[in-house]
């Protein structure tokens, strides 16, 4: 053989090997999805995967279905449509943030990412993080939860997954009617399905399927926390071992058929024109989704402000109690949390609109349910502890109600946790999301936002914030909640220098939360 021929030979099979590594392919069994690598971050992305079929026809408002089998090799390299979006509550007297909607959106929106460090290794056991993205359940997307950016802050070592799920009326709608004819929580159980999917298909892409943390923010870790109480704390086969909460979201969440719930079914009815359907059930699903979203929008913005109308319920199954009732038992499915709050959650909640004419009347129209006692009782507690202001106080309210006391409850439930605080001014509702995903941070220190962002990192890959990859982390020996209640604030001096430390939990705030 000529050595011109051995050279086209060798060039021909390097080639080979090159187009393989940058546009690898993964089967699924139902598809095969080719994804891509990028050199200059030597990360591969996978975008678009289909993880259920469209819930769309008879299948809205149903539990998520496997996806049909297709043939050929699906490019995953585009965006996929978001779910349709909604807004939050703008109304200043009702009882029930206004944020832009995404685009492109679709009501067939269950499709999830999938990165992961290098080249493609099915065999690398790889931990997991599977991550959730916030809204108040009814915007958001996956779109700028960059994997990229969570690898690179664990330096590499770990496979991301960004799920997208059914939100507002579309996956939130309760009531009697559509526990008879379909199913509550339907955007939790697309959650459950994609952390099914994660489970049986993400040793294709290296990860290890017993090795799974769930993160998430706002909404997303609101989400968290459902999967935490699911099953009343009992889920099995379980679906994940850690779970990470940045700004714990959990709202009033009511029995399936109790009086909120159902006028929200009722208003659904009358704003799709199912008011005289012998079945106003069958007349809601089959509507145009057009007509839907617009009633979904109409409804959301009719909610009292900063607060948002279609959220999870007790639905007797998947979650079979109050959340709180299961922290309290001490319940939960996985071994490890790591949560982190924000010093002022609920400053973006309170409007600014209107001023807040007492803070009787605001506690009364944020708890529809509370009688005159209690509200004074919440009047009393938030008038007496230094914040200057109705506006002040009803950030306090709002904020740890909703909040930072679901988090306290995870802490106290789990056999092993860790608590953060954030606190760079103004340390208010996602400021924190910039030093661990694009975006720009408010105090761009580098040191800072490495210790910052690799302590998620250290839990996801060893369960452990203390165990970050880079030996010059400035944050110091940080222990568990349950060894002196005490968390870690992560601030910055007015000297504009990193400010990390150990401080213990405030107990009057503890007793607010009980």
Partial sequence: MSLIRVCVLIGASLATVNAATSSPVVNLGYAQYQGALNTTTNVTTFMGIRYASPPTGTLRFQAPQAPATVSGVQIANVIAPTCLQGIGGDSPNQPFPIQKRASPASEDCLFLNVFLPGTLSPHAKLPVIVWIHGGG??????????????????????????????????????????????????????????????????????????????????????????????????????????????????????????????AIYSAVVNQTNCTSALDTFACVQAIDASILETANNNIAFSGFEGTFVFVPVVDGSFIVERPTQTFARGTVNGQVYHGVTNSFEGANFVSTKIPLTTLTAYVTKLFPAFGPTQVSQVVDTYSNIGLNGTFNQAVGIIGECIFICPTYFMLKAFPLSHKGEFAIPPARHGGDVPYYFPGVPGFNNTAFIKSFSQSFLAVAKFGDPNMTPDPENITPQWNA???????????????????????????????RCK
């Fill in 137 to 262: 359940y009814a915007t958001g997307s996956m779109i700028g939860a960059d994997g990229t950016d969570l690898i690179q802050d664990g330096q590499g070592g770990v496979v991301v997954v960004a799920i997208q799920y059914r939100l507002g009326a579309f996956g939130f709608l309760a009531g009697a009617e559509v526990k008879k004819n379909g199913v509550l929580n339907a955007g939790l159980l697309d959650q459950q399905f994609a952390l099914q999917w994660v489970q049986k298909h993400i040793a294709s892409f290296g990860g290890d399927h017993n090795k799974v943390t769930i993160w998430g923010e706002s909404a997303g870790a609101g989400s968290v926390l459902q999967h935490v109480v699911a099953h009343g704390g009992r889920t099995n086969p379980s679906l994940f071992q850690k779970a990470i909460t940045s700004s714990t979201f959990l709202p009033f969440q009511y029995p399936f058929d109790g009086v909120v719930p159902e």
């Fill in 481 to 511: 909640y349950a060894l002196g209640d005490t968390e870690m604030v992560f601030n910055k001096t007015d000297a504009g220098l990193p400010d990390i430390h150990p401080s213990a939990t405030d107990p009057a705030l503890i007793s």
